[in-house]
């Protein structure tokens, strides 16, 4: 069973541009929540994807917005960097989509630094 | 708003003694309630569960407590191993909705 892979590893952007970063789900998840997690705070929900739709949004603005992709892989973009958006992003995985109580499976996260 | 809080960023204990990490909430909806073991350039890994219907679960080592009316979880590890120094999130959820995460507490056991 292959786990939840995240690319790239790492990332270094600047201000004003744009990023792609991309999660590949656990083997049989159909679901995919993306996290952000800053220095020394804990994981912020962005966004879950179930069947390729948005299935529950946190306090993020549009310029983060997302894909799901019928293999249930899914891509994280953000627009118009700015310095706060510097984090590690971590990509979940899980079955059933939401509300759920399924256990949702963690990549290893892509760190960010825009300068 | 943090709506999940952790107020020790870090703990030592020795080999062999209990661990006792706290996590604090202010949702009285959250009826699920998780925590998650994180190492070093890793996702955070699932450890164990509560429901809001039970105030104790137990697995292995590890057992959880839960006040509803103080609104406060523990995680209790007993005996500590080297192996469990990471960092430890308490995560929360109202009706499998949304998880909110509180901040972490970074635990070192002292062989």
């Known amino acids: 069973e292959t786990g939840v892979t995240q690319s790239p590893t790492h990332l270094i952007k600047t201000r004003g541009q744009q990023v792609t970063l991309r999660c590949s789900s656990q083997?049989?998840?159909?679901?995919v929540s993306w996290y952000q997690q800053a220095l020394g705070q804990g994981p912020q929900f962005i966004f879950q994807?179930?069947?390729?739709?948005?299935?529950g949004r946190g306090n993020f603005p549009p310029r983060f917005s997302g894909l799901q992709f019928p293999n249930y892989s899914s891509e994280l973009n953000v627009n118009a960097l700015e310095l706060d958006d510097s984090a590690l992003y971590l990509c979940?995985?899980?079955?059933?989509?939401?509300?759920?109580?399924?256990?949702?499976?963690f990549g290893p996260g892509t760190r960010l630094t825009v300068l | 708003d943090q709506q999940v809080k952790q107020n020790s960023p870090s703990l030592s204990v020795q080999e062999g003694r209990i661990s006792i990490l706290n996590c604090d909430y202010t949702?009285?909806?959250?009826?699920?309630f998780l925590w998650y073991k994180k190492y070093p350039a890793e996702g955070p890994t699932f450890l164990i569960s509560?429901?809001?219907?039970?105030d104790k679960n137990e697995d292995g080592r590890f057992t959880v407590f839960l006040n509803k009316s103080a609104k406060h979880l523990s995680l209790h590890i007993v005996p500590s191993q080297p192996g469990d120094s990471a960092v430890y999130f308490c995560?929360?959820?109202?009706?499998?909705?949304?998880?909110?995460f509180g901040t972490g507490t970074s635990l070192t056991v002292i062989p």
């Open positions: 083997s049989g998840h159909n679901t």
């Open positions: 994807y179930y069947r390729e739709e948005e299935n």
């Open positions: 995560a929360a959820s109202a009706a499998g909705n949304q998880f909110y």
């Open positions: 509560i429901s809001s219907i039970k």
């Open positions: 949702n009285s909806m959250f009826d699920y």
């Open positions: 979940a995985s899980t079955k059933g989509g939401s509300p759920s109580y399924n256990e949702q499976f």
